[in-house]
């Protein structure tokens, strides 16, 4: 009985612990009630005050002037950057009207693939020198963070599409793209001073460790659906193997084509002293099969200079022939191949030009033709004047250190305008394969420097015309073997053989028709004098 208060009393402190647990657990459903209710008022006037500022801007793009709308903006800017402490600086991609392609956008570009390699979350990845290594960047839309001297900035990559508010089957407009470089305001000498000196320097830097050479081609045309940059050249490596080395030509003329080469590689501060755009121009004229566009990829290759594939066809009209020019950079060869063939350039212009007048008026209104004469103007515009001044005209000397090819099979059709000297410096024919430069074919296809047959060879190239890639085909090799080598030597001469016998023929053949003229011409003589004396004795009035 005495045990029985202190059980009453640990009875009631049980059931007080059970009802402030009960209590305390109403006390928290009615405080999450109450937090969901805040949450639920909270989202309602946001949602509310949403709508009112919507609205209040619509009225305000309504009903306000124009005139005054700008004074707020542009006032209302100024009062946010009193309170923002950071300073955004961009790089475009293009200036002077999307002309020219930055030189600082290029470097920077460089020297963030080094940082967002290590930061970015997005990267893209390309592949250089060779395959053998990735060069990555950030990708758009994405921001990393730099320290440079304890100095913290931020760079971001960006782009913008303009709207087209039509539809078109071609291309919309080229997109922008920009970097933007955000640090404080208290660092802004820091950086416009020291650091952008040093992104610049080892961007360049950069460049030049990766740099591989380029082919570049304005092929894709009006309505190519490739990637769309800004630029009008597309790009693959150039991975030609041709050199000086190879080149099936005289080495006399090798070698002087080098030391003008040389020559103008090193010559900036000569061509800025006599007042020249620092540029060469070469006309590589020949028939098909004798090196030409070798000899282009040996040059680019000698020099370690980017090509430039221009084809004229592509061009609509001098402007975009321009803006080409613009786009190309230092240390580049401008290859115009087959240029009697690309465009109305030849000397027989006006003739043409003319013919095509008096085609177009006897065809009146045929509508089928018509269209084929808007088509045909639409597909290039290009002169002969606007040609001449994207060789040597102003717009020449936009840049510099740049050659300039043209490659034809026929240099007598061009307009002599066009390879005067001054514009094409230099003229190479590229002619027959002869004996030194049978020589050089013989080391690179079948390892020998002689052979008891090179006599027999040397003897039938002199007197037969036969192109270096007919003979290079016939000393490809068909197998390892050793006594290939020969087999290959004698196939070439039975080649030559042949090809001196086709010669005759087609020289006997073209003999045969002058020989019956001269026959034919005395007759012709002795009937027209017959006639004549008819006609004087007819007018004389006597008749026999």
């Known amino acids: ?70 004074y707020m903006f542009r006032y209302g800017k100024k009062l946010s950057n009193l309170f923002y402490p950071y300073i955004h600086v961009t790089f475009d991609e293009y200036t002077g009207e999307r002309m020219k392609k930055s030189e600082a956008f290029s470097a920077i570009q460089n020297y963030l693939s080094d940082k967002s390699s290590a930061n970015a979350k997005r990267l893209k990845a390309d592949v250089v020198k060779d395959s053998q290594s990735l060069v990555l960047s950030m990708d758009y839309n994405e921001e990393i963070t730099d320290e440079f001297d304890g100095v913290k900035l931020w760079w971001s990559a960006n782009r913008s599409t303009p709207k087209t508010q039509q539809f078109s089957f071609y291309p919309a407009a080229d997109e922008k793209r920009y970097y933007v470089l955000k640090f404080h305001k208290r660092d802004r000498e820091f950086v416009t001073g020291t650091y952008l000196k040093h992104v610049m320097k080892q961007g360049k830097a950069i460049a030049a460790d990766n740099r591989q050479r380029k082919l570049y081609s304005n092929g894709g045309g009006q309505g190519s659906y490739g990637p769309r940059n800004g630029t009008t050249w597309t790009h693959v490596a150039f991975e030609h193997p041709a050199t000086f080395d190879t080149l099936a030509m005289d080495e006399k003329k090798k070698n002087v084509i080098k030391k003008d080469l040389l020559k103008f590689s090193k010559g900036k501060d000569y061509y800025a002293k006599i007042g020249k755009a620092w540029k060469r121009g070469y006309l590589l004229y020949g028939p098909p099969g004798t090196g030409k566009s070798t000899m282009v990829a040996a040059m680019a290759n000698f020099l370690n200079y980017d090509v430039y594939d221009l084809e004229l066809t592509t061009v609509k009209n001098n402007v975009e022939l321009r803006r080409l020019l613009i786009e190309t950079s230092n240390k580049s060869i401008i290859v115009i191949e087959d240029i009697d063939c690309s465009l109305d350039l030849t000397g027989q212009r006006e003739g043409k030009k003319k013919k095509k007048k008096d085609d177009k008026s006897e065809e009146g209104s045929d509508p089928i033709s018509s269209m084929s004469q808007n088509e045909e103007k639409k597909e290039s515009e290009v002169t002969l004047s606007g040609l001449l001044n994207f060789i040597d005209g102003i717009w020449s000397a936009c840049g510099g250190e740049r050659i300039i090819v043209f490659t034809t099979n026929h240099v007598e059709k061009l307009d002599p305008a066009l390879i005067r000297r001054g514009r094409m410096d230099k003229h190479i024919e590229m002619s027959y394969c002869r004996f030194e430069a049978f020589k050089v074919l013989a080391k690179n296809y ?25 003979v290079a085909e016939n000393l490809m090799l068909k197998s390892d073997d050793d006594e290939e080598d020969e087999a290959c030597l004698k196939c070439l001469i039975e080649a030559l053989e042949a090809g001196k016998e086709e010669a005759r023929k087609k020289a006997e053949e073209e003999e045969k028709p002058k020989e019956e003229s001269e026959q034919e011409q005395p007759v012709e003589e002795v009937v027209t004098e017959d006639v004549k004396s008819a006609k004087e004795v007819k007018e004389n009035g006597v008749i026999h």
């Open 1 to 70: 009985m005495r045990s029985s208060p202190l059980y009453l009393q640990k009875l009631g402190k049980c059931i007080d612990h059970k009802i402030s647990v009960i209590s305390r657990g109403r006390k928290g459903r009615e405080r999450q009630r109450s937090k969901m209710m805040m949450k639920g008022e909270f989202w309602s006037n946001l949602g509310s005050t949403m709508a009112a500022i919507m609205f209040a801007y619509a009225m305000f793009r309504q009903y306000l002037p124009p005139q005054l709308q700008d």
């Open 446 to 470: 079948l390892d020998i420097d002689s052979h008891p047959l090179f006599g027999e060879i040397e003897r039938l190239l002199e007197e037969t015309d036969m192109t270096p890639a007919d």
